[in-house]
Protein backbone atom coordinates (compact mmCIF):
# COMPACT_ATOMS: atom_id res chain seq x y z
CA UNK A 1 0.00 0.00 0.00
CA UNK A 2 1.28 3.69 -0.86
CA UNK A 3 2.08 5.96 1.77
CA UNK A 4 -0.87 8.13 0.69
CA UNK A 5 -3.07 5.33 0.84
CA UNK A 6 -1.93 3.85 4.35
CA UNK A 7 -2.37 8.04 5.43
CA UNK A 8 -6.08 7.83 4.21
CA UNK A 9 -6.87 4.72 5.73
CA UNK A 10 -5.22 5.60 9.24
CA UNK A 11 -7.76 8.68 9.39
CA UNK A 12 -10.59 6.91 8.04
CA UNK A 13 -10.27 4.21 10.77
CA UNK A 14 -9.46 6.40 13.99
CA UNK A 15 -12.60 9.22 12.61
CA UNK A 16 -14.95 5.67 12.88
CA UNK A 17 -13.64 4.57 15.97
CA UNK A 18 -13.76 8.16 17.56
CA UNK A 19 -17.48 7.72 17.19
CA UNK A 20 -17.81 4.26 18.90
CA UNK A 21 -15.56 1.21 19.06
CA UNK A 22 -16.14 -1.46 17.02
CA UNK A 23 -14.89 -5.01 15.66
CA UNK A 24 -12.89 -5.11 12.52
CA UNK A 25 -15.74 -6.75 10.29
CA UNK A 26 -17.85 -3.90 11.09
CA UNK A 27 -14.91 -1.33 10.96
CA UNK A 28 -14.85 -2.80 7.10
CA UNK A 29 -17.88 -2.50 6.36
CA UNK A 30 -18.50 1.23 7.43
CA UNK A 31 -15.46 1.95 5.51
CA UNK A 32 -16.87 0.72 2.39
CA UNK A 33 -20.12 1.84 2.60
CA UNK A 34 -19.26 5.11 3.63
CA UNK A 35 -16.60 6.32 1.94
CA UNK A 36 -17.57 4.16 -1.74
CA UNK A 37 -16.05 1.67 -3.62
CA UNK A 38 -13.07 3.48 -4.57
CA UNK A 39 -11.98 3.29 -1.14
CA UNK A 40 -12.70 -0.32 -0.37
CA UNK A 41 -10.72 -1.47 2.03
CA UNK A 42 -9.93 -5.62 2.00
CA UNK A 43 -8.47 -7.27 4.91
CA UNK A 44 -5.62 -7.50 3.68
CA UNK A 45 -4.81 -3.62 4.06
CA UNK A 46 -6.80 -2.83 7.21
CA UNK A 47 -5.39 -5.54 9.79
CA UNK A 48 -1.74 -4.62 8.85
CA UNK A 49 -2.95 -1.20 9.60
CA UNK A 50 -4.68 -1.85 12.65
CA UNK A 51 -2.06 -3.77 13.33
CA UNK A 52 0.10 -0.91 13.30
CA UNK A 53 -2.27 1.13 15.71
CA UNK A 54 -2.32 -1.49 18.57
CA UNK A 55 1.41 -0.80 18.35
CA UNK A 56 1.58 3.03 17.99
CA UNK A 57 -0.80 2.82 21.06
CA UNK A 58 -3.57 4.51 19.15
CA UNK A 59 -5.81 1.89 19.29
CA UNK A 60 -6.58 -0.55 22.27
CA UNK A 61 -8.70 -4.04 22.21
CA UNK A 62 -10.97 -6.15 23.99
CA UNK A 63 -12.67 -9.46 23.47
CA UNK A 64 -16.16 -9.01 25.05
CA UNK A 65 -17.99 -12.37 26.24
CA UNK A 66 -20.53 -12.46 24.22
CA UNK A 67 -23.23 -15.59 23.67
CA UNK A 68 -21.15 -16.38 20.03
CA UNK A 69 -18.65 -17.10 22.19
CA UNK A 70 -20.51 -19.80 24.28
CA UNK A 71 -21.59 -21.45 21.25
CA UNK A 72 -17.95 -21.98 20.63
CA UNK A 73 -16.82 -19.57 18.09
CA UNK A 74 -14.34 -17.01 18.52
CA UNK A 75 -15.34 -13.45 19.98
CA UNK A 76 -14.81 -10.76 17.27
CA UNK A 77 -12.08 -8.29 18.62
CA UNK A 78 -13.29 -4.94 19.72
CA UNK A 79 -11.22 -1.95 18.87
CA UNK A 80 -11.13 1.46 20.40
CA UNK A 81 -10.00 4.48 20.52
CA UNK A 82 -7.00 5.74 23.44
CA UNK A 83 -6.40 9.36 23.94
CA UNK A 84 -3.18 8.87 22.18
CA UNK A 85 -5.16 8.21 18.97
CA UNK A 86 -7.31 10.80 19.63
CA UNK A 87 -4.47 13.14 19.95
CA UNK A 88 -3.33 12.01 16.61
CA UNK A 89 -6.75 12.17 15.21
CA UNK A 90 -6.87 15.99 16.15
CA UNK A 91 -3.68 16.31 14.58
CA UNK A 92 -4.09 14.64 11.07
CA UNK A 93 -7.42 16.72 11.14
CA UNK A 94 -5.51 19.95 11.50
CA UNK A 95 -3.23 19.44 8.69
CA UNK A 96 -3.87 21.00 5.13
CA UNK A 97 -1.20 19.45 2.96
CA UNK A 98 -1.44 19.16 -0.61
CA UNK A 99 -2.04 16.03 0.12
CA UNK A 100 -5.38 16.56 2.23
CA UNK A 101 -6.82 17.86 -1.79
CA UNK A 102 -5.89 15.19 -3.96
CA UNK A 103 -8.19 12.44 -5.40
CA UNK A 104 -6.85 9.84 -2.34
CA UNK A 105 -7.55 12.08 0.78
CA UNK A 106 -9.53 15.04 -0.18
CA UNK A 107 -13.00 12.61 0.32
CA UNK A 108 -12.06 11.40 3.81
CA UNK A 109 -10.88 14.58 5.32
CA UNK A 110 -14.03 16.00 3.91
CA UNK A 111 -16.18 13.55 6.01
CA UNK A 112 -14.60 14.84 9.16
CA UNK A 113 -15.20 18.39 8.43
CA UNK A 114 -17.82 18.12 11.11
CA UNK A 115 -14.72 17.85 13.54
CA UNK A 116 -12.29 19.84 11.82
CA UNK A 117 -11.20 23.86 12.12
CA UNK A 118 -12.81 26.71 10.05
CA UNK A 119 -9.85 27.71 9.21
CA UNK A 120 -8.76 24.59 7.72
CA UNK A 121 -11.47 24.03 6.28
CA UNK A 122 -11.28 26.47 4.32
CA UNK A 123 -7.06 25.65 3.24
CA UNK A 124 -8.36 22.36 1.88
CA UNK A 125 -11.13 23.75 0.23
CA UNK A 126 -9.04 25.91 -1.82
CA UNK A 127 -6.56 23.79 -2.31
CA UNK A 128 -8.89 21.53 -3.82
CA UNK A 129 -10.48 24.01 -5.80
CA UNK A 130 -6.67 25.34 -7.13
CA UNK A 131 -5.88 21.48 -8.56
CA UNK A 132 -9.23 20.76 -9.92
CA UNK A 133 -8.45 24.32 -11.88
CA UNK A 134 -5.16 22.95 -13.01
CA UNK A 135 -6.57 19.79 -14.11
CA UNK A 136 -9.55 21.53 -15.91
CA UNK A 137 -6.78 24.06 -17.69
CA UNK A 138 -4.85 20.35 -19.07
CA UNK A 139 -7.90 18.93 -20.01
CA UNK A 140 -9.22 21.87 -22.20
CA UNK A 141 -6.11 22.38 -23.62
CA UNK A 142 -5.86 18.51 -24.94
CA UNK A 143 -9.99 19.20 -26.07
CA UNK A 144 -8.42 22.15 -28.36
CA UNK A 145 -5.37 20.20 -29.39
CA UNK A 146 -7.18 17.07 -30.16
CA UNK A 147 -9.17 16.33 -33.56
CA UNK A 148 -8.81 12.36 -33.05
CA UNK A 149 -10.98 10.09 -32.40
CA UNK A 150 -14.59 11.16 -31.69
CA UNK A 151 -15.18 8.74 -28.17
CA UNK A 152 -11.50 9.96 -26.94
CA UNK A 153 -12.79 13.59 -27.26
CA UNK A 154 -16.27 12.90 -25.47
CA UNK A 155 -14.91 11.19 -22.41
CA UNK A 156 -12.76 14.40 -22.65
CA UNK A 157 -15.82 16.35 -22.51
CA UNK A 158 -17.65 14.10 -20.01
CA UNK A 159 -14.40 14.33 -17.50
CA UNK A 160 -14.74 18.86 -18.07
CA UNK A 161 -18.08 18.95 -17.15
CA UNK A 162 -17.72 16.53 -13.81
CA UNK A 163 -14.83 18.73 -13.10
CA UNK A 164 -16.80 21.90 -13.59
CA UNK A 165 -19.45 20.61 -11.69
CA UNK A 166 -17.25 20.07 -8.49
CA UNK A 167 -15.84 23.18 -9.14
CA UNK A 168 -19.01 24.88 -8.87
CA UNK A 169 -19.89 22.59 -5.80
CA UNK A 170 -16.47 23.90 -4.08
CA UNK A 171 -17.45 27.47 -4.72
CA UNK A 172 -20.37 27.56 -2.75
CA UNK A 173 -18.92 25.87 0.02
CA UNK A 174 -16.36 28.15 0.32
CA UNK A 175 -18.68 30.91 -0.02
CA UNK A 176 -20.50 29.26 3.06
CA UNK A 177 -17.71 28.74 4.91
CA UNK A 178 -16.36 31.90 4.96
CA UNK A 179 -19.45 33.09 5.72
CA UNK A 180 -18.85 30.99 8.81
CA UNK A 181 -15.69 32.18 9.44
CA UNK A 182 -16.99 35.94 9.76
CA UNK A 183 -19.01 34.48 12.60
CA UNK A 184 -17.73 36.05 16.14
CA UNK A 185 -14.77 34.63 17.32
CA UNK A 186 -14.80 30.91 19.07
CA UNK A 187 -17.63 29.83 17.92
CA UNK A 188 -15.90 27.82 14.78
CA UNK A 189 -19.40 27.12 13.29
CA UNK A 190 -19.70 24.37 10.54
CA UNK A 191 -22.06 25.61 7.38
CA UNK A 192 -24.51 23.21 9.60
CA UNK A 193 -24.94 25.74 11.93
CA UNK A 194 -23.08 23.70 14.64
CA UNK A 195 -19.38 23.58 15.75
CA UNK A 196 -16.87 20.69 15.55
CA UNK A 197 -17.97 17.89 17.05
CA UNK A 198 -15.50 16.03 19.27
CA UNK A 199 -16.97 12.65 18.16
CA UNK A 200 -18.54 11.04 15.32
CA UNK A 201 -18.51 8.95 11.98
CA UNK A 202 -17.87 10.63 8.66
CA UNK A 203 -21.05 10.46 6.54
CA UNK A 204 -20.05 9.34 3.05
CA UNK A 205 -18.57 10.85 0.45
CA UNK A 206 -16.92 10.17 -2.99
CA UNK A 207 -14.79 13.00 -4.23
CA UNK A 208 -12.55 10.86 -6.92
CA UNK A 209 -13.11 11.88 -10.41
Known sequence: MSSGRARVLELAVLGHLAAAPMHGYELRKRLNSELGAFHAFSYGS?????????????????????TSAARGRRSRIVYRLTEHGRD???????????????????????????????????????GRRTRLLERLSTLRQRLDDQPGDPYTVELNRHRAAAIESEVDWLDGLI???????????????????????????????????
Do not use: Q, W
Not at 175 to 189: L, N, V
Open 175 to 209: RRERRCAEKPSGTDATIGGGVPLNRGAPPHTDSRR
Open 88 to 126: RLHALLAESTPAATDDECFGVHFTLFGRTRSEVRLRILD
Open 46 to 66: LYPCLKAMLRDDLVSVSAPGD
